[in-house]
């Protein structure tokens, strides 16, 4: 990339304050003659944080339900201030909304609130992704069954496992929506699987074991490690309904047979 | 960068892109998806959809297929909104590379970007603010709009900006700018009547005369769009580029007295929140092919009136 020959001056200079309410207007920046530039060079203040607040609600609407609109802008203020987004995408913006959440002093009282933060983040993750067929149990049905432990699977893009100690998935399904929200007496630890069928994401709960499984799967163990680590942490863990689910789900795009030494 | 790839890709596909001259230019509106359904049911005849381009930078999913099936049935323009242009850092390489594949992907009628800029120091502002006007920034983005067009293998459309605070240490006027820029770089020009209109009222200027030095000859598609008004320090009206409501009748006006000077262009009404339904923005577009259909043919209007 070629350096650029032109002063950074105006940036460098205009920049700060969008972020920042304490820094004044630079001093290049004027009005028209008689008039004060405050307001004016506070549009842009405003159009900033407003529109990056916007951008935050966007992906976290399940979040802004939950915590009521004044809670959700005034701490999502904090973030957007603090964390700008880097890049144009803001559809990849707020990666580290729910670590902020978990830091924010006024959300303490809700230690759910960043699982389920986490929970929205995958779900626009998976809404973006590339479209790839998904593996079929046909496909899966052609493995020889004795090279079946070997065997090795190609995570479809969509897919994302968002493990928490609170029931993270009945939170998010409650709030997503404009349904009615009803008590939750439940204090379980929940684990999702996210993925997206043709048209809509999905949000899967997973049964005991599933969330080591498919993370052990989704990171390239085999069928047949995924499955002692499943076993080791849940005895429960049922084999058959596990890989029932991440079909119906469309965890993986493609299987292959790979001896790993 | 492989040219004889890029070329061909139009003609391989065989879509065909003549725009329909003769009875007036195309009118098209923002394409938000909330309207798809309702566009199915009762569209824009002949019409076009604008989208930002940003927003179909993910791989895929809904956004893609929704941008698919709209350009079944109309022509598109990519309009986009953060390639920083008017900043005075290198443009973002990974963003450039998107925003041909974009145009690559879907064919555009049309391809915009503003005389703004969005990103500096590693931050993305979202908002498209302002820049002084003087010769060394007139090379840098000159600079960046030939940058640009290399990548898409085609000219862009550069959109004149809304602005709310000007710089002291500007030396040439918006207006000799961006006929500059034009004559640099080859590039068309989006002419956006209601940032015309917002700056001539923050600025205290003539929006008439601003659109009297305007280089006219250059302007490939037009905007329209709603704007709010906010009190200024003096408590006298800041218009801000809201694109949230209907086009004030000022606008019109500027609207129908430009199209008469220079004909039919493409005309698009932006309308980017507190959306209406579909019909309504409808109105809005073909409020304009009104405009150009009456400008274009003014006996024929007469002759149908009177029958």
């Not at chain 1, 709960?205 to 052990?216: E, I, N």
Request: with cysteine; net charge negative; aromatic share 8%.
């Amino acid at each position: 990339m070629r350096a650029e020959n032109v002063s950074c001056g105006y940036a460098t200079a205009f920049a700060p304050g969008l972020t920042d309410p304490s820094i004044t207007v630079p001093e290049d920046v004027v009005a028209a003659p008689g008039k004060r530039v405050v307001k004016r060079y506070n549009v842009y203040r405003n159009n900033v944080t407003v529109s990056l607040i916007d951008a935050l609600a966007a992906v976290y609407p399940a979040i802004q339900r939950i915590t009521g609109v004044d809670f959700f802008r005034a701490m999502a203020r904090f973030h957007v201030r603090a964390t700008p987004p880097t890049s144009p995408l803001l559809f990849e913006y707020g990666r580290d909304f729910p670590a902020f959440i978990e830091t924010y002093e006024y959300a303490r009282e809700m230690p759910w609130l960043a699982d389920t933060a986490r929970i929205e983040r995958a779900w626009l993750d998976a809404y973006h992704a590339a479209d790839l067929p998904v593996l079929t149990a046909e496909a899966l049905a052609e493995i020889d069954p004795v090279s079946l432990a070997e065997t090795r699977f190609r995570p479809h893009p969509t897919a994302r496992v968002v493990r928490s100690p609170y029931p993270a998935v009945a939170i998010f399904a409650m709030n997503r929506t404009d349904g009615p929200v009803t008590p939750l007496r439940s204090s379980e630890a929940q684990d999702a699987l996210v993925t997206r069928t043709e048209h809509e994401v999905l949000v899967s709960r997973l049964p005991d074991g599933g969330a080591t499984f498919l993370s052990h799967l989704l990171e390239g163990a085999s069928l047949g490690e995924a499955v002692a680590v499943a076993l080791q942490e849940a005895p429960s863990f049922d084999i058959q309904a596990n890989l029932a689910g991440m079909l119906s789900a469309g965890a993986f795009t493609g299987v292959h047979v790979q001896r790993g030494d | 960068m492989n040219d004889s790839t890029s070329t061909t890709a139009v003609c391989e596909s065989g879509r065909s892109h003549s725009m329909t001259r003769g009875a007036h230019g195309p009118v098209g509106t923002s394409f938000k998806h909330e309207h798809l359904a309702a566009i199915h049911v009762d569209g824009l005849k002949d019409g076009f959809f604008e989208v930002h381009a940003e927003n179909y930078m993910g791989a895929g999913g809904p956004p893609h297929r929704a941008l698919a099936a709209i350009r079944e049935d109309y022509r598109l323009s990519i309009h986009g909104v953060c390639m920083s242009i008017g900043g005075p850092g290198a443009l973002d390489a990974a963003h450039l590379a998107r925003f041909r594949e974009l145009v690559t992907r879907y064919e555009p009628m049309l391809v915009s970007e503003h005389l703004a800029w969005s990103s500096h120091g590693g931050k993305f502002f979202n908002d498209l603010l302002p820049l002084p006007y003087t010769k060394e920034t007139l090379e840098n983005v000159c600079e960046h709009i030939n940058q640009v067009q290399e990548a898409i293998k085609r000219p862009i459309l550069l959109e004149n900006p809304s602005t709310y605070v000007a710089f002291a240490s500007s030396t040439i006027s918006e207006n000799e700018f961006i006929r500059a820029v034009v004559q640099r770089t080859g590039c068309g020009l989006l002419l956006d009547i209601n940032n015309v209109f917002v700056s001539a009222t923050n600025h205290g200027f003539s929006a008439e005369a601003y659109l009297d030095e305007f280089p006219l000859e250059h302007v490939g598609e037009i905007h329209l769009a709603g704007h709010s008004e906010q009190r200024d320090d003096e408590d006298e009206p800041l218009l801000i580029d809201s694109h949230d409501c209907a086009i004030s009748d000022s606008v019109w006006s500027l609207y129908r007295d430009l199209v008469a000077r220079i004909g039919p262009r493409p005309t698009m009404v932006e309308w980017d929140s507190n959306l209406p339904a579909w019909p309504a923005l409808r109105t809005q577009a073909l409020s304009a092919r009104q405009i150009m259909a009456e400008q274009e043919m003014p006996l024929a209007g007469e002759a149908s009136r009177a029958g």
